[in-house]
C-alpha cells in the first residue's frame, strides 16, 4: 500500500466550479499535512497547511481527518490559473534514521476550462 | 526570504559519463537537504538526505554509488549521477530545511536527459 494515496484525476471542471479533492495515508504517525501544488515541469509549491480544526485560505479549504487519516482539499470558484497537479503531502518522521521528510502523494491533476 | 537555487535547470548528456547537480540557499543556512527524483507522471521520490558535514542517508534501493551527494557547507549540496544511463532521466530536485524555521524550500528542480 502506497503511503499516500491520491485519485490522479484529472478532474476536468469550468471556471466557477467547486471541486473536492481527498487523499488517504498510510501512517498513523504521520506529524503533518500538506497540500502543494506544482505546475507541469515545475518545483512543487506549499498552496496550504492542513489541520485538524480545519483551515482556509480565500478559495482554498483544507480538512484532516486523524482518526479516519483522511486528507481534503476544496477549491470554491475555480480559476483558469488552478489548472496543475495538487500533492498531497505528509511529514513523517523516518525508521531508520529518525529524520523527518516530506512523502508525496502521486498527486490529483486539475483541468480548469473556460 | 527562503530562496533555493538550483542548476542547471536542464541537462543532455550521454550515455556513461556524469552530471552534477547543484543546490545552494541562497539566505538561509541549509542543515538538512533532501534529493528527490520524479518521473513523468509520477509522485516526487525521496533518494536521500544529508546534513551537513555528514554522510548522506540514502533512501532503500538508491545506489549511494550512483548517485554521490555532497552537503559541505550550510549553503551548498551537490548531487552528482555518475555514468548516467537513458534510465536514469528524470526530474531532479532538492530541497533544504534551516534551523531558523520549520518549512521545506524547494530548488527550481534539473531535468536530466540521458542519451
Known amino acids: 500500500r502506497k503511503e499516500v494515496e491520491q485519485d490522479p484525476g484529472p478532474f476536468n471542471v469550468p471556471e466557477g466550479a467547486t471541486v473536492a479533492f481527498n487523499c488517504t495515508y498510510s501512517?498513523?504517525?504521520?506529524?503533518?499535512f500538506f497540500w502543494y501544488r506544482q505546475d507541469c515541469r515545475k518545483e512543487p509549491k506549499l498552496l496550504m497547511s492542513?489541520?485538524?480544526s480545519g483551515n482556509e485560505d480565500g478559495r482554498f479549504t483544507a480538512q484532516l481527518n486523524r482518526a479516519s487519516q483522511y486528507i481534503s482539499l476544496l477549491i470554491r470558484d475555480s480559476k483558469l490559473s488552478d489548472s496543475a497537479t495538487y500533492l498531497c503531502?505528509?511529514?513523517?518522521?523516518?525508521?531508520?534514521?529518525?529524520?523527518?521528510?516530506?512523502?508525496f502523494g502521486t498527486g490529483t491533476r486539475l483541468l480548469v476550462s473556460p | 526570504g527562503a530562496v533555493v537555487s538550483q542548476h542547471p535547470s536542464r541537462v543532455i548528456c550521454k550515455s556513461g559519463t556524469s552530471v552534477k547537480i547543484e543546490c545552494r540557499s541562497l539566505d538561509f543556512q541549509a542543515t538538512t537537504m533532501f534529493w528527490y527524483r520524479q518521473f513523468p507522471k509520477k509522485s516526487l521520490m525521496l533518494m536521500a538526505t544529508?546534513?551537513?558535514?555528514?554522510?548522506?542517508?540514502?533512501e532503500q534501493g538508491v545506489e549511494k554509488d550512483k548517485f554521490l551527494i555532497n552537503h559541505a557547507s550550510l549553503t551548498l549540496s551537490t548531487l552528482t549521477v555518475t555514468s548516467a544511463h537513458p534510465e536514469d532521466s528524470s526530474f531532479y530536485i532538492c530541497s533544504a530545511r534551516g534551523t531558523a524555521w520549520n518549512g521545506y524550500t524547494f530548488g527550481s528542480g534539473t531535468r536530466l536527459t540521458v542519451v
Open positions: 492542513v489541520y485538524s
Open positions: 544529508s546534513n551537513e558535514g555528514s554522510k548522506a542517508t540514502y
Open positions: 501512517n498513523s504517525a504521520s506529524q503533518s
Open positions: 503531502v505528509v511529514n513523517n518522521r523516518g525508521g531508520n534514521t529518525g529524520f523527518q521528510k516530506l512523502v
